[in-house]
Nanobody
Framework: QVQLVESGGGSVQAGGSLRLSCAAS????????MGWFRQAPGKEREGVAA???????SYADSVKGRFTISRDNAKGTVYLQMNSLKPEDTAMYYC?????????????????WGQGTQVTVSS
């Protein structure tokens, strides 16, 4: 079990940027695949970005080229840099830790979830 705490959410205008942070504790951080998910009201939770222990990354097509996931194993922290934000990016963003990545359903391998941080993008 890994405990996760997100920060960095807020309200910005379209075209702006935000950097989300997720601090992890409870287990060896470098052993986990880390990811970011988001959920808007009335919609299902979707995977946004993931990064494995070696730094290999995966992104949802909707954010590719705009978002960047990174990790600092020494600090036990994963980041999501979000640039060129769009109103459709508005959602609650959740940090997650898992032991495997299922390309068909990103949630299948998740062991721990953070409480979420709200991102609101106005037009």
């Amino acid at each position: 079990q890994v405990q996760l705490v997100e920060s960095g959410g807020g309200s910005v205008q379209a075209g702006g940027s935000l950097r989300l942070s997720c601090a992890a504790s409870g287990y060896t951080f470098s052993s986990y695949i880390m990811g970011w998910f988001r959920q808007a009201p009335g919609k299902e939770r979707e995977g946004v970005a993931a990064i494995d222990s070696d730094g290999s990354t995966s992104y949802a097509d909707s954010v590719k080229g705009r978002f960047t996931i990174s990790r600092d194993n020494a600090k036990g922290t994963v980041y999501l840099q979000m640039n060129s934000l769009k109103p459709e990016d508005t959602a609650m963003y959740y940090c997650a830790a898992g032991t495997f990545f299922d390309v068909a359903d990103w949630t299948r391998g998740i062991d721990s979830w953070g409480q979420g941080t709200q991102v609101t993008v106005s037009s």
